[in-house]
């Protein structure tokens, strides 16, 4: 049995803080923008921590940003920073331009990525485009993993790239084992309780 205490008790993942995790939102952090989000960063060290949030789609389709692109897919809304940057996660592996996060996951884009996607060259290629990113200051990020307003648990090409948007958190949680399973039956917003 339970305890309110064990309930909200918000243990740690023990992993390591890296590009290439994920950051999941804890649900008794009830953060309008970043409720039930998880975010890929992108890139981690002492001076510049970026990511992408995974959860959201955007109001833009890649043509609104990107005129001359054929391809109209509703892009992802990666967060507040600089709304009208693009930004892309892929598993095209065949370009030493893009930067590799983990196996089967890169960033970055340019002209021959989109003329691939456009000209549906490459078999089996997932992508997503965000606009806007989500960034914090040195020591922020380090100084809201103490608040218990995320933990930090290990992305994969399914999570990314196969799963829905709005059931990536879930997803997510779900990975990080039965300890956290109950997170799924607290109410989205705890003011609807």
Known sequence: ???????????STH????????????????????NRSVVLLTEYDAQNCVGLMLTKKSLYTMRDLLPQVKVNRLLHFGGPVVEKMILAIHNYDKSPKYTKLLPGIYTGF????????????????????????????????QEE?????????????????????????????????????????????LSHN
């Open 1 to 11: 049995m339970y305890s309110v205490e064990d309930y909200l008790k918000v243990p």
């Open 15 to 34: 992993i390591e803080l890296l590009a290439g995790r994920i950051l999941i939102a804890v649900p008794f952090y009830n953060d309008p923008f970043f």
């Open 110 to 141: 340019d002209h021959e990525l989109l003329s691939i996607i456009e000209l549906n060259e490459v078999q089996g290629l997932h992508f997503k485009f965000f606009v806007g990113y989500s960034g914090w200051g040195p020591g922020q990020l």
């Open 145 to 189: 993993l103490r608040h218990n307003m995320w933990v930090v648990g290990h992305a994969t090409p399914e999570l990314i790239f196969a799963t829905p948007p709005e059931k990536i958190w879930e997803s997510a949680v779900l990975n990080l084992g039965e300890e956290y399973k109950h997170w799924l039956h607290i109410p989205e917003y």
